[in-house]
């Protein structure tokens, strides 16, 4: 049983910050990469930022400049720290991790149950 829990999401102004985090638990021998996507209201989910377990990112267009994603492999968790955030950031925002809960097989998909973050004056 793998458990993705998201924490950090909530009501900000916009140009303000909000850190998110993401730990994973439960029987896990690998994970691979990590990352966050949201999903706005009417809209389908979308790429947000990803890490892979030797700290090479990805992010999408939209958030580059004002979003860092990290991890720490060591608790199995991963981070996003946004900036100077905008309206069009509100969404419900979700963990994803690409992990291996054994040491043969495939990797798997897991997420979290989503966090909201809105951005409103």
């Known amino acids: 049983q793998v458990q993705l829990v998201e924490s950090g999401g909530g009501l900000v102004q916009p140009g303000g910050s909000l850190r998110l985090s993401c730990a994973a638990s439960?029987?896990?021998?690998?994970?691979?990469?990590m990352g966050w996507y949201r999903q706005a209201p009417g809209k389908e989910r979308e790429l947000v930022a990803t890490?892979?377990?030797?700290?090479?990112?990805n992010y999408a267009d939209s958030v580059k400049g004002r979003f860092t994603i990290s991890r720490d492999n060591a608790k199995n968790t991963v981070y996003l720290q946004m900036n100077s955030l905008k309206p069009e950031d509100t969404a419900v925002y979700y963990c994803?991790?690409?992990?291996?809960?054994?040491?043969?097989?495939?990797?798997?998909?897991?997420w979290g149950q989503g966090t909201q973050v809105t951005v409103s004056s």
């Open positions: 994803n991790a690409d992990l291996m809960t054994t040491a043969w097989g495939y990797p798997d998909d897991y």
């Open positions: 439960g029987s896990i021998f690998s994970i691979n990469v």
């Open positions: 890490i892979t377990s030797g700290g090479r990112t």
